[in-house]
T-cell receptor
C-alpha cells in the first residue's frame, strides 16, 4: 500500500517551453503532497506543499509563477515548470503523507528534467 | 534550511560488515525518520523513531535516538551489495508535516 507514482520519469525539453509533471497516489487519498528538487549528489530541497482544493504553499526562494502547482483531486498533484531554462534541469520528486495519521512520507520515483 | 546532518558523507564497506550512519539535528522534534535512495530513484521510507523512543529495530536495521544530544544513528547489520544507496535522515520542520532532509550518507557495499 501507499504507492506514489510520477509521470514522466524523464523529460527533455527546449528552453522556453513548459513541462508538466504528474504525481499520483495510487491506493490512498492524499490531501497534502510535497514537491522536492534534488541536484546531483545533494539532498532534497522542499519546493512547495500542495494542498487539495487550495493554493500551494511555496518555500522561500521558490518562484510560484515559474513552478505552478495544482492539486486537482485527492490523488493527483501536478507541477508545471513554465518557461524552462537550463538551470531548471534537475531531479523533481513528489511525496505524500501516508494514509491516516502516518508521519512518514511516500515518495514517487522522481522525474529527471533536462532543459536544452 | 537543512536540519539533519549525516555523518559520514560516504562510507564504503565489504559485504557482511555492519554500516553505521549518524545524523544530528538542531531543534526539538517529535519523530525522526530514515530514508533510502537508490541512484536516480525516489526515496523509500525505512524507519521512524518517535521522540519518546530510544531504540527501534526493523529487520537488519537498528535506529537509536538521543534527544539530549539531538542525534540519531542508523545501523545496518550484515550488509549486502543491495544495500548500496544513499541514506537520509529527516525531521519534521517545526510542528508541520514538512520534512527537512539531511545531506545524506552514500553507502557502498562491495561484494
Amino acid at each position: 500500500g501507499a504507492v506514489v507514482s510520477q509521470h514522466p520519469s524523464w523529460v527533455i525539453c527546449k528552453s522556453g517551453t513548459s513541462v508538466k509533471i504528474e504525481c499520483r497516489s495510487l491506493d490512498f487519498q492524499a490531501t497534502t503532497m510535497f514537491w522536492y528538487r534534488q541536484f546531483p549528489k545533494q539532498s532534497l530541497m522542499l519546493m512547495a506543499t500542495s494542498n487539495e482544493g487550495s493554493k500551494a504553499t511555496y518555500e522561500q526562494g521558490v518562484e510560484k509563477d515559474k513552478f505552478l502547482i495544482n492539486h486537482a483531486s485527492l490523488t493527483l498533484s501536478t507541477l508545471t515548470v513554465t518557461s524552462a531554462h537550463p538551470e531548471d534541469s534537475s531531479f523533481y520528486i513528489c511525496s505524500a503523507r501516508g494514509p491516516g495519521q502516518a508521519y512518514e512520507q511516500y515518495f514517487g520515483p522522481g522525474t529527471r528534467l533536462t532543459v536544452t | 534550511s537543512q536540519q539533519g546532518e549525516e555523518d559520514p558523507q560516504a562510507l564504503s564497506i565489504q559485504e557482511g560488515e555492519n554500516a553505521t550512519m549518524n545524523c544530528s539535528y538542531k531543534t526539538s522534534i517529535n519523530n525522526l525518520q530514515w530514508y533510502r535512495q537508490n541512484s536516480g530513484r525516489g526515496l523509500v521510507h525505512l524507519i521512524l523513531i518517535r521522540s519518546n523512543e530510544r531504540e527501534k529495530h526493523s529487520g537488519r536495521l537498528r535506529v537509536t535516538l538521543d534527544t539530549s544530544k539531538k542525534s540519531s544513528s542508523l545501523l545496518i547489520t550484515a550488509s549486502r551489495a543491495a544495500d548500496t544507496a544513499s541514506y537520509f535522515c529527516a525531521t519534521p520542520q517545526g510542528g508541520s508535516e514538512k520534512l527537512v532532509f539531511g545531506k545524506g550518507t552514500k553507502l557502498t557495499v562491495n561484494p
